[in-house]
């Protein structure tokens, strides 16, 4: 089943990431549905992303709990990469840096998004795709 976050804020996170090529794109969804875009500040943005702490932390101020994290894999699959796993745990513990909040992977080749996977935390340093969806452009 298509999470409802997912059909109401698809356009936006698929524009802003191919808009973004060629760098990983970024944004959060909020637990009420919402889409931030965010700047990726990470020193190789075509490799890795980084979002600003200080957008997740605004969130507190609007009363909303950060649901989604976002970002492109450019001229790549959508998959969970090692690189992906180690900001998504605290270093040496392998336990989630945000429980609760799932991770959506957007492939992004020839700046047009082909395919989204959203993983979820499973068990210690494990995340497990539990929604696919793959794009005719």
């Known amino acids: 089943m298509t999470p409802t976050w997912f059909a109401a804020n698809w356009p936006q996170i ?24 965010c700047d990726n500040t990470a020193d190789s943005p075509r490799t890795s ?8 932390l605004e969130l507190e101020t609007t009363g909303e709990a950060l649901c989604v994290i976002v970002h492109s ?8 990469s090692d690189e992906d796993i180690a900001g998504a745990t605290f270093p040496g513990t ?25 993983f979820r935390f499973a068990e210690v340093g494990e995340f497990e795709c539990v929604f696919e969806f793959d794009f005719l452009n």
């Open 94 to 118: 392998k336990s989630p840096a945000f429980p609760g909040v799932d991770y959506l992977v957007v492939s992004v080749k020839h700046k047009k998004a082909d395919q989204a996977k959203l």
């Open 73 to 80: 894999h450019v001229d790549a699959d959508a998959y969970f």
């Open 14 to 37: 698929k524009s802003w990431v191919e808009s973004q090529y060629p760098h990983e794109g970024c944004g959060l969804v909020t637990e009420r549905g919402r889409w931030i875009a």
């Open 49 to 56: 992303y980084v979002i600003d702490p200080m957008r997740v």
